[in-house]
């Protein structure tokens, strides 16, 4: 895996991927609006996506049913630098008609627990803890109008 992350000027960056890729990140400076997420937004961002990757994956699988999964993530830092998450708690919300709450749990689990290299990683620095909720299915998704 390769990247590149360049300065293009006062606290911006646009970083860029391998497989073309980009993204504007950065902080505000002098009270300045911020140009993108900061790197460890995005860091925190990136870990919730390699978590739900795994449980959409997981529970497409099985056949479960799944129309809607979303991770809402919330972390706290250390207050002396590096400033690394200390706490991160991933709350997971998945829809679908008929969903088995046991597959949902357990796809979830596999992902926290064995699958995401990104909470791998965070974990040497960070508690990371889960739940989840299972929310009524859209509509349409339910067989409605």
Do not use: Q
Not at 90 to 105: I, S
Not at 109 to 135: G, P, R
Not at 138 to 144: E, L
């Amino acid at each position: 895996m390769k990247a590149e992350v360049r300065w293009v000027g006062d606290r911006t960056f646009v970083g860029a991927t391998a497989s073309g890729h980009e993204v504007t990140l950065g902080t505000a400076h002098g009270g300045g609006e911020k140009p993108g997420p900061s790197a460890m937004e995005l860091v925190l961002i990136g870990a919730g996506g390699c978590s739900a990757w795994d449980v959409v994956n997981i529970l497409e699988k099985s056949r479960a049913g799944m129309v809607e999964c979303r991770v809402e993530l919330d972390a706290d830092r250390a207050e002396e630098e590096p400033r690394v998450f200390t706490r991160i708690h991933l709350h997971f919300v998945v829809a679908g008609p008929g969903l088995d709450p046991r597959k949902v749990e357990r796809a979830i689990a596999l992902s926290v627990e064995k699958y995401c290299s990104a909470i791998a990683m965070l974990e040497k620095t960070a508690t990371v803890t889960h739940d989840y909720e299972i929310a009524a299915a859209p509509a349409a998704a339910a067989g409605g109008a």
